[in-house]
C-alpha cells in the first residue's frame, strides 16, 4: 500500500514523496483512511511508529481543499502534546507536510516569549500545535478562539494525564467547535484513558499496531544490577566504548541530570542536558547539538522520553530507572528508530528493584542481565517516591537474591512476591 492509495490529495502525496516519504507506516495505514471518512480515531502505538503523519495528514488534506483562511485569533485545527519537545516535533513535521501551502502551522509552548506568541495568532492559523499550559494562558488573556476549531488532536494522551493536564483538558474541551473530528493517540491505556476517550471521541475507530507496554523488537535490552554509588563508573565505562554513537541517558531528577552530565563533561564526554529548569532555548539548542552531531551524549529527564526523534540514536541509558513502568518502553523508543537497530541499558540499583519488577511486568518480559544479580527486596521496601532519587549517591551493594553473595545490606531494598506492592500514583509535571 502506497500513500496514493489512501485517498490523500495527490498535491500532498507528491510533498511527501519529496521528502523521501513513499509507503505508510502501519499506525498510518491504518488510521488514515478512518480519519478521512471523518470519523473519531483512538490509536494505541509506541512513539517513533508515524503518528503524526497518521493524524496530520488527514487533517492537512481536509484544509486543503476547504480552501477558506482562517478568521483572526482563530484556529482551525489543535493538536495538545504534553511536552515542549514533542510538540515542537509535531510543529515542524506539519510545517514540512504544509510547506508551499497556504495553511499556517503555529506552535505555542510555555518557555517562550507568549508576546510574541500572541503576535503570531492574531491573523488566525490553520494548525495549531499547543501544550496544554500555555494554551490555557493564551485563552485567558483572549489571544486565540477555539469556536471555530473543528479538528483536535490529542497526542500521548496518556502521558498527559500523568503530567496531571486532565482538568486543562476539561477547560479546553466546552470551547471546541461542534460537530468535530478528534483524534486520540496513546501508548498505554490506563483506565483513565478510558474515561479520557469517552469524553471527548464520538463511537471512535479504534485503531492499534502493537501491544500496549510492549518494547520495539529490534531493541537489544540488558540490566545491570550495580550499587547505587558504583552507577558512574559503570556508565563512563560503557559510554567509552561508543564515544562516536549518540547515547541518552535518562536520569529521575533535574538536579540529578544536571549533576551527571556535568561529570561527563568533566570526564571528555561531549554532553549536554535538558530537563524542566531549562529554558525553552536552551532545550532547543541542547537538542540541536545533539541532532548535528556536535554533542554525543544527552542526559535527561523523562521530559525527553517522548517527542524525540532523532533515527541516529544507538543507545538508551537507563541511569535510574523510571517509577511509572511504561515510560521505561517509552524511554527506550528513543533508540530503534526508523527500523534502526539500538541497545536499551538499564542500571538496578537495590532500592529500584521494585521499579524493575513493575516494568518487567508491563512488558510481560524479563530483561536480559548483562552484570550482577538481581537484589532481593527486602520486607517493607516500597517504590522510591515521585521526583525521589537519581541525585545523591548510596554506598551498599544490597542482598543478593543468590546466596554467597558479595554484597554489603541496602539500605532501602524490598520483598518481591508479596502481594502488598503500593503503586505510586503517576508523576506530576516532572520535566
Avoid at 484544509?63 to 484556529?75: D, I, Q
Avoid at 496531571?164 to 477547560?171: D, M, N, P, S, Y
Avoid at 496513546?186 to 471512535?204: C, G, I, Q, R, V
Wanted: glycine share 10%; hydrophobic share 40%.
Amino acid at each position: 500500500m502506497d500513500f496514493d492509495m489512501l485517498g490523500l490529495a495527490p498535491r500532498l502525496v507528491a510533498k511527501l514523496a519529496e521528502q523521501g516519504i513513499k509507503d505508510p507506516t502501519p499506525i498510518q495505514a491504518q488510521a488514515i483512511p478512518h480519519a478521512m471518512n471523518g470519523r473519531d480515531v483512538m490509536g494505541l502505538a509506541q512513539t517513533g511508529t508515524g503518528k503524526t503523519a497518521a493524524f496530520g495528514l488527514p487533517m492537512i488534506d481536509a484544509l486543503m481543499k476547504a480552501g477558506v483562511k482562517p478568521e483572526p485569533k482563530t484556529a482551525r485545527g489543535l493538536i495538545l502534546a504534553p511536552t515542549r519537545e514533542l510538540a515542537k516535533q509535531i510543529a515542524d513535521n506539519l510545517s514540512a507536510y504544509t510547506q508551499g501551502s497556504h495553511l499556517k502551522v503555529n506552535l505555542v509552548v510555555g518557555g517562550a516569549g507568549i508576546v510574541a506568541q500572541m503576535k503570531r495568532l492574531e491573523r488566525g492559523t490553520d494548525l495549531l500545535v499547543a501544550t496544554p499550559g500555555r494554551l490555557i494562558d493564551l485563552l485567558d488573556r483572549k489571544a486565540v478562539r477555539l469556536n471555530e476549531t473543528h479538528y483536535l488532536v490529542l497526542d500521548e494522551a496518556d502521558q498527559m494525564l500523568d503530567m496531571g493536564f486532565i482538568h486543562a483538558l476539561r477547560q479546553i474541551a466546552p470551547l471546541l467547535a461542534t460537530p468535530r473530528q478528534t483524534m486520540m493517540f496513546s501508548a498505554t491505556m490506563p483506565k483513565l484513558m478510558t474515561e479520557l476517550a469517552a469524553s471527548f471521541l464520538n463511537d471512535p475507530i479504534r485503531v492499534q499496531v502493537a501491544p500496549p507496554g510492549k518494547a520495539i523488537e529490534k531493541i537489544e535490552q540488558s540490566v545491570h544490577f550495580v550499587a547505587k554509588a558504583a552507577k558512574n563508573d559503570l556508565l563512563i565505562e560503557l559510554l567509552d566504548k561508543h564515544r562516536n554513537e549518540r547515547a541518552i541517558v535518562f536520569g529521575r531528577t533535574k538536579h540529578g541530570c544536571e549533576k551527571l552530565h556535568k561529570m561527563l563533561e568533566a570526564k571528555g564526554f561531549a554532553s549536554v542536558s535538558i530537563h524542566g529548569n531549562k529554558s525553552q532555548g536552551q532545550r532547543e539548542r541542547a537538542i540541536e547539538g545533539f541532532k548535528n552531531g556536535k554533542l554525543r551524549v544527552l542526559v535527561a529527564t523523562d521530559v525527553a522520553a517522548r517527542g524525540l526523534d532523532i533515527p541516529e540514536v544507538k543507545h538508551v541509558y537507563n541511569y535510574d530507572l523510571p517509577n511509572v513502568a511504561e515510560n521505561y518502553v517509552h524511554r527506550i523508543g528513543r533508540t530503534a528508530r526508523a527500523g534502526a537497530d539500538g541497545m536499551a541499558i538499564a542500571f538496578c540499583a537495590p532500592d529500584e528493584m521494585i521499579e524493575l519488577l513493575d516494568i518487567q511486568k508491563a512488558m510481560k518480559a524479563d530483561i536480559p542481565v548483562a552484570s550482577g544479580r538481581p537484589w532481593e527486596v527486602q520486607p517493607g521496601q516500597k517504590k522510591k517516591p515521585n521526583g525521589g532519587g537519581g541525585g545523591g549517591r548510596r554506598g551498599g551493594g544490597g542482598q543478593r537474591r543468590s546466596h554467597g553473595g558479595g554484597g554489603k545490606p541496602a539500605h532501602a531494598a524490598a520483598k518481591p512476591a508479596s502481594g502488598n506492592r503500593r503503586r505510586r500514583k503517576s508523576g506530576r509535571g516532572a520535566a
